[in-house]
């Protein structure tokens, strides 16, 4: 959920038609008959159409009301592939799109007095096969009550944007959108999925899939060591996601420093952090930091909690934000027949992290040749071959490639392709590891499209008054087993075992830390002081003083970021 200060859509849209309506014939101008195909059958597909003027601003249009479309000023989405709008005279361009999987279209047409004909085709360019794209949160003006995409035209908007398995998350409402899919004739290009953006004063989490006739959860319940049990227990749930951790709403951040400790993970305030998922990428409300969210997420990890990275729109409009610009890719699912996507399994590998966190970008690892995220990499040589690729249609760059190992990042490059292409990166890196376990993520950036035929919007809560938006393509963790035992360890699991055998003695504790990154040492200060030590004493800095390099950097960034008691 995002609630904001809206231009009013409705009222603009009214003026717009209005002021169409009253013009003679000859002002009227062009009947333009759009027609948007695929690339080798040269069948009609849902899209969305961009129409600029000659000065670049969303043209003024006049077109009939139809099951099969929305159209607000300039756009239009249509769930049959074809359109039939009223441009007064002048010079305009005409773009189609259909989200990040397809190529761009585009033709300039001259409009005069007569109809015009314009066909345009899009060829898919980034293959996801075995993947399904879902957006885990998306609402509608009928049913959250603010936005402006009717639940019709939410429906026609999903279809256009080429999105599988969207996620109706209604605030506090558990909604299937599946008859409107079905009234606008677009069922059979998305599998819906019944969910609930449960909307307290202490956070906002959503939940699906849910069974039909369930009742929904208890939105006035802020108490987390009750609200998540409460979640799991509604009938039909698999995942527990919790939204723009970032982000004030009712004067609550969960992810607010006095609460939460954004290096460790840890909880201070007793909150239990046990969802299934956090969001990182939220298309509608952008954080001025892209990465804090990221950051954010990598503490959890780094504190054991297995929670998976989503992407998603949190969408209420037709244009003003546009419906899964973010979104994840589940693997391990087959999108064949869109209208039958096995959700069970979906539900199952998104929980496993067998997932892409993907805003206008898809980026792919493998370490040591097959273990992609969420899979456990088997290596004990001291180092790590791993593949990335990153790809995304040919009208969005990348420019950037981070990998980073327990939060920390390891390795950046420039990502550098020829204009057009499809393929921005496919290269082997060598890692070196630690003898101990790690995770590993791979984030791939590039410019952000300020073009009207899929702007990204400015940040929701904005930290700073410039910024420059950026396309995001992240995998989901790929687990390093490098001590050999068979199975992954997280910095919190070796941090308990060095406590354990240090006992109370804090000078063997900081020397045996020597041996461990800046991410196991952080979870041992973070349990000293969860014991009660007192870690910002003259005994402990005095021994911080002989740590290792990496030891002594992490225990300056711990206390640094711990509330001041």
């Not at 047409?109 to 957006?135: A, F, K, P």
């Not at 049913?143 to 599988?164: M, N, P, Q, W």
């Not at 546009?322 to 929980?351: F, H, M, W």
């Amino acid at each position: 959920m995002n609630i904001r200060r809206r231009v009013p859509i409705a009222i603009l849209l009214c003026l717009n038609f209005s002021a169409s309506s009253r013009q003679t014939d000859s002002q009227r101008g062009d009947s333009v008959r759009i027609r948007v195909t695929d690339g080798s059958p040269g069948k009609p597909l849902p899209c969305r159409i961009t129409i600029v003027d000659s000065n670049g601003m969303l043209a003024r249009i006049d077109a009939g009301k139809s099951p099969h479309v929305a159209i607000r000023p300039g756009v239009i989405y249509t769930g049959n592939g074809e359109a039939r709008i009223n441009l007064v005279p002048g010079s305009y361009t005409i773009y189609a799109t259909r989200g990040p999987e397809y190529s761009l279209a585009k033709r300039v047409v001259r409009s005069t007095s007569s109809e015009t004909s314009v066909d345009l085709r899009l060829e898919r360019e980034v293959d996801m096969s075995g993947y399904v794209s879902c957006d885990t949160h998306i609402h509608t003006l009928t049913y959250s009550g603010h936005g402006d995409a009717e639940a019709g035209e939410r429906a026609v908007t999903l279809a256009g944007e080429g999105i599988i398995m969207p996620v109706s998350t209604e605030h506090n409402r558990n909604v299937d959108y599946a008859p409107h899919a079905r009234a606008a004739g677009v069922d059979r290009w998305f599998t819906p999925v019944a969910g609930n953006e449960v909307t307290t004063n202490e956070g906002h989490f959503n939940i699906f899939p849910i069974a039909k006739g369930a009742a929904a959860p208890d939105y006035y319940v802020t108490d987390w060591k009750k609200l998540i049990p409460a979640l799991r227990a509604t009938p039909g749930v698999r995942v527990v996601v919790l939204n723009h951790p970032s982000n004030n709403h009712s004067g609550f951040v969960p992810t607010d420093p006095k609460r939460f400790h954004p290096l460790s993970g840890e909880s201070l305030d007793g909150r239990p952090w046990t969802m299934d998922a956090v969001e990182v990428i939220n298309s509608s409300a952008h954080q001025s930091d892209y990465m804090k969210p990221f950051r954010d997420w990598f503490a959890l990890l780094n504190h054991g909690l297995r929670a998976t990275g989503v992407a998603s729109s949190d969408c209420h409009d037709v244009n003003q934000y546009i419906v899964s610009q973010a979104r994840t890719y589940i693997a391990g699912v087959s999108s064949a027949r869109p209208d039958s996507v096995d959700v069970e399994k979906a539900c199952s590998n998104l929980l496993a992290g067998h997932a892409l966190i993907s805003f206008g970008l898809v980026t792919e690892a493998w370490v040591d040749g097959s273990a992609g995220p969420g899979d456990l990499a088997k290596t004990s040589n001291g180092k790590a071959t791993v593949r990335v690729r990153v790809r995304g249609p040919s009208w969005i760059a990348a420019d950037r490639l981070d990998l980073y190992m327990n939060g920390e990042k390891v390795l950046s490059k420039p990502i550098v392709h020829s204009r057009d292409a499809v393929v921005k990166l496919d290269e082997e890196l060598q890692l070196p590891l630690r003898k101990h376990d790690a995770w590993l993520v791979a984030i791939a950036t590039g410019p952000g499209v300020k073009e009207p035929y899929w702007p990204v919007s400015r940040p929701y809560q904005p930290k700073w008054a410039e910024w420059e938006p950026v396309m995001i393509g992240a995998t989901n963790p790929i687990y390093v087993d490098s001590d050999g035992d068979g199975k992954y360890s997280s910095p919190l699991d070796y941090a308990k075992s060095l406590l354990d055998k240090s006992g109370d003695n804090r000078d063997r504790l900081i020397e045996q830390l020597s041996d461990y990154d800046e991410a196991v040492a952080v979870q041992a200060f973070a349990m000293c002081h969860a014991k009660g030590a007192d870690v910002r004493d003259g005994k402990f800095q005095a021994a911080i003083r002989k740590a290792a390099p990496q030891v002594e950097q992490a225990y300056k960034a711990y206390i640094y970021h711990l509330p001041a008691t």
